[in-house]
C-alpha cells in the first residue's frame, strides 16, 4: 500500500516523523512525504523516502492559494495511488482530509496541538471547527498528543469519541537522546534554555521577563534561546526585537540547529512557558537527556513534567509565577537536581519511547490494509 505522509514542512517530517516513514518501508508499503519544499526535501530523499512537494502555508488565508493547496494534494495522491494518508500540523490535517475525502482515500490526521486558531479565538476559529466537524468524522482514526485536545474536540462533536485515540507526543528516540550528568558550575549560576521557534506564543516574552527578575540576584545565571527567527506565524517575535534583547544582556540567542542535543548537555535546565502545545517534544528530550524542565500548567505542556519531581509547572502567561519557579529551582542543592534529572529520563523511559507511537502506527495501518484487501 502506498501510504502518503503529510505536514507543512519538511523540517517536521525529517526531525519528527523520519523514524516512522523508514518503518512503514520497512514492513513492505510504499511512502511518499508531502510537504512544502525547503532545504530538507533532499534530506527526506538522501534517506531513501520518495518527496512530492506541495505548497501549504501554515498562515496563508486567501481562499484561492488554499484550494490550491487541496487540489494539488489531491493529485499527489491520485498519482502515486494513495491508500492511506497520515497528516500532521492543522492546515496539513485538513487540506489532506478534505483532498483525502474526494477521493475516498482512508486518512489518519494527528492533532499536535490546537493551533492558533484555538489559543486566540476569532472567526478563524469557528472557521476551523466547521471544516474539522466536516472532514474528522470520516477519519479512519483521529490521534490526539494529548487528552486536553482530545475533551475538545470530543465534547465539541468535532470527532466521536470511538475515533479518537491518545498517542504520546512523537516520541522521542532514546537511543539518540541518552542521560548524561550536569556539567559542573556555581550552583546559582545555572544555564536555562529555551528552544522553541521564536514565537510569543511559546512563551518567549514571559521567559525574558523572567530572566531579567533572576538576572537581578543571581548575575551568573545564563538565558539561552534555540530555534528558528523569521517564522511565517502571526505570532512571529521580529529578529530586531531579538537582537534588542542579545543587547541588552539579558539573553544569549544561538541561532537554530539540527541537533539540539550538544545544547541540552550543556543548559541545566530546560524552560517552555508555551500557552499550549500538543506535546513538546524539546522538553521529552531534555528529560531524556536527564535534564529538569520549567514548563506551563497548559494542555500538552503539563503532560511532560511530573510537578516538584521531574522540574515545576507554572502558571501560563505568568512572568512572576515564571520567576518564582525558576528561583527555586536555582535554589535546590546539585544533587537535587541531577536526582530529578534522573527521574525525568525514567519518566520518558516508561511513557514517551518513540517505538510505543510507531508500533501503534503500524497497527493502524495493518487495519487499512486489511480493510482494503477485503
Given at each position: 500500500m502506498c501510504i502518503a505522509v503529510v505536514s507543512n514542512t519538511c523540517w517536521y517530517l525529517f526531525n519528527f516523523r523520519l523514524n516512522l516513514m523508514l518503518a512503514l518501508q520497512a514492513a513492505g508499503h510504499t511512502v511518499v512525504a508531502?510537504?512544502?519544499?525547503?532545504?530538507?526535501?533532499?534530506?527526506?530523499?538522501?534517506?531513501?523516502?520518495?518527496?512530492?512537494a506541495v505548497p501549504i502555508s501554515g498562515g496563508g488565508t486567501h481562499p484561492l492559494r488554499e484550494l490550491q493547496s487541496v487540489l494539488r494534494l489531491g493529485a499527489v495522491f491520485r498519482r502515486h495511488r494513495v491508500g492511506l494518508v497520515l497528516s500532521y500540523t492543522p492546515k496539513g490535517n485538513?487540506?489532506?482530509?478534505?483532498?483525502?475525502?474526494?477521493?475516498?482515500?482512508?486518512?489518519?490526521?494527528?492533532?499536535s496541538g490546537l493551533g492558533r486558531a484555538?489559543?486566540?479565538?476569532?472567526?478563524?476559529?469557528?472557521?476551523?471547527?466547521?471544516?474539522?466537524?466536516?472532514?474528522f468524522g470520516r477519519a479512519h482514526r483521529v490521534f490526539f498528543q494529548n487528552l486536553d485536545d482530545m475533551a475538545v474536540f470530543v465534547d465539541s462533536g468535532l470527532v466521536r469519541a470511538g475515533q479518537a485515540e491518545r498517542l504520546p507526543g512523537s516520541g522521542v528516540e532514546l537511543s539518540r537522546f541518552l542521560p548524561t550528568p550536569p556539567v559542573v558550575r556555581p550552583a546559582d549560576a545555572p544555564v536555562f534554555l529555551l528552544v522553541a521557534r521564536m514565537l510569543w506564543d511559546k512563551g518567549v516574552g514571559e521567559y525574558v521577563d523572567s530572566a531579567r527578575k533572576v538576572r537581578a540576584l543571581h548575575p551568573g545565571a545564563r538565558f539561552q534561546l534555540l530555534g528558528f527567527l523569521d517564522v511565517a506565524n502571526p505570532s512571529a517575535i521580529a529578529r530586531t526585537q531579538v537582537e534588542a534583547w542579545v543587547a541588552e544582556g539579558v539573553v544569549d540567542y544561538l541561532g537554530p540547529t539540527d541537533d539540539v542535543r550538544p545544547f541540552l548537555v550543556q543548559a541545566d535546565c530546560v524552560v517552555l512557558p508555551s500557552y499550549r502545545e500538543g506535546v513538546p517534544r524539546t522538553l521529552l528530550e531534555?528529560?531524556?537527556?536527564?535534564?529538569?524542565?520549567?514548563?506551563?500548567?497548559?494542555?500538552?505542556?503539563?503532560?511532560?513534567?511530573?510537578?516538584?519531581?521531574?522540574?515545576?509547572?507554572?502558571?501560563?502567561?505568568?512572568?512572576?509565577?515564571?520567576?518564582?519557579?525558576?528561583?527555586?529551582?536555582?535554589?535546590l542543592a546539585p544533587e537535587v537536581r541531577q536526582a530529578m534529572g534522573q527521574r525525568g529520563r525514567a519518566f520518558v523511559e516508561q511513557n514517551f519511547d518513540e517505538r510505543l507511537v510507531i508500533e501503534r502506527y503500524l497497527s493502524v495501518v495493518a487495519e487499512v490494509a486489511a480493510g482494503r484487501a477485503s
Open positions: 508531502v510537504a512544502p519544499d525547503d532545504a530538507y526535501a533532499q534530506r527526506i530523499r538522501n534517506a531513501g523516502i520518495a518527496f512530492e485538513l487540506y489532506s482530509a478534505l483532498a483525502s475525502i474526494a477521493l475516498r482515500v482512508a486518512f489518519v490526521p494527528n492533532v484555538f489559543i486566540r479565538k476569532s472567526l478563524v476559529t469557528q472557521i476551523a471547527k466547521t471544516l474539522y466537524r466536516l472532514t531534555a528529560a531524556a537527556t536527564a535534564r529538569p524542565v520549567i514548563t506551563t500548567d497548559a494542555p500538552g505542556c503539563r503532560d511532560t513534567v511530573l510537578d516538584g519531581e521531574t522540574g515545576f509547572l507554572c502558571r501560563p502567561a505568568d512572568a512572576l509565577d515564571l520567576t518564582e519557579k525558576l528561583l527555586r529551582f536555582i535554589a
